[in-house]
């Protein structure tokens, strides 16, 4: 079975209205295999948009290609397949609830009977039953950021593209977004998730790559990226130059603070050598504390990390 989302070099260069060239997206590689929820991770100005626009066939790529549900980019009839919730949404704000989800459904080809019953069902998901009625323009920003998730979904796409979904929801929306991509993912869809909220990301996705300046610096499933660091937090007295010089052969120290540290090693085996180190050259232990690095704390060092491959 071909992969959901597939690209190859694809890059994207801008050119101002001066003359200078700006590269969006540089050689992007992705492979976001059917069935799974992805998700495409950056600082701000990474390129993560123009790479979905590029993949809805919105943009043209200055060079290299992909395919979205085995069709190339920008195939037609492919979209109809597809399902889409942009960041900055402008809806018809004059229509209803009710008339909105129409428009778009008759827009991707649905039949009456089936628009009118998938209508009732996705209002029902996104918590909007009682304001079907309702125009567009008297709906706050999570309302509005909720119908737009339901028009999203309302074909039962094979691919739906979230472009930041929850940027405008409470604590409650937000999971009830990530109740719609469990259910969409076990329908058997593929999700491409963009957000910067990545306690929200690491609960829902399978996967995950992290662009930075137009480049994918990391991608893989997350459960591998994040068992690449174990943290430890320790508090010792009397850690001498010597044993810091010691751990920095297989560890890194990430934050120091009186007599509390904060280490990365890059396996549990190396925690015992943590400690065995330090009472080795002397220090007195006085706790240790173990934990997994979050997909924030992951994605932060591999954007510094990056930086300082580039300065070196």
């Known amino acids: 079975m071909t992969a959901a989302i597939e690209t190859h070099g694809l890059r994207k260069k801008f050119r101002s209205l001066l003359g200078k060239e700006l590269v969006a997206v540089d050689s992007l590689d992705l492979v976001v295999e059917r069935g799974s929820v992805f998700g495409l991770l950056g600082p701000n100005g990474a390129g993560k948009t123009t790479t979905i626009q590029m993949l809805l066939g919105n943009v043209r790529p200055t060079a290299g290609g992909g395919s979205l549900l085995g069709k190339p980019l920008g195939h037609t009839a492919t979209k109809q397949h597809i399902g889409f919730l942009p960041e900055k949404f402008q809806f018809h704000d004059f229509l209803t609830a009710e008339e909105f989800l129409h428009f ?7 039949e009456w009977p089936e628009l009118r019953k998938r209508t009732d069902v996705v209002l029902e998901t996104v918590g909007l039953v009682d304001r079907r009625k309702s125009q567009i323009r008297e709906f706050s920003k999570g309302m509005q950021q909720r119908i737009g998730l339901a028009q999203a979904i309302l074909h039962q ?8 979904p929850t940027s405008a929801l409470d604590p ?9 991509i469990r259910q969409l993912k076990q329908r058997g869809a593929t ?13 829902a996705c399978d996967s995950v790559a ?33 044993a810091l010089d010691e751990l920095s052969r297989f560890a890194r120290v990430l934050s120091h603070e009186g007599d509390r540290y ?23 232990l006085m ?7 979050s997909l924030e704390e992951f994605f932060i060092r591999t954007i510094e990390d990056d930086a300082q491959g580039e300065k070196g």
């Open 262 to 284: 904060t280490v990365a090693v890059n396996s549990d085996d190396d925690i015992p050598e943590v400690a065995a180190v330090l009472v080795r050259n002397d220090a007195k």
């Open 191 to 203: 999700v491409m998730l963009n957000s910067h909220l990545l306690s929200e990301v690491e609960m």
């Open 287 to 293: 706790q240790m504390q173990y934990q997994r690095e």
């Open 210 to 242: 992290i662009i930075n300046k137009g480049r994918v610096v990391r991608h893989g499933p997350l459960d591998t990226l994040l068992l690449s660091k174990s943290i430890v937090e320790l508090e010792a007295r009397n850690v001498t130059a010597h």
């Open 172 to 180: 409650i929306g937000r999971r009830d977004v990530r109740d719609v």
């Open 104 to 110: 778009h459904g008759r827009l991707v080809g649905m």
């Open 157 to 164: 796409p094979e691919l739906v593209i979230l472009d930041e």
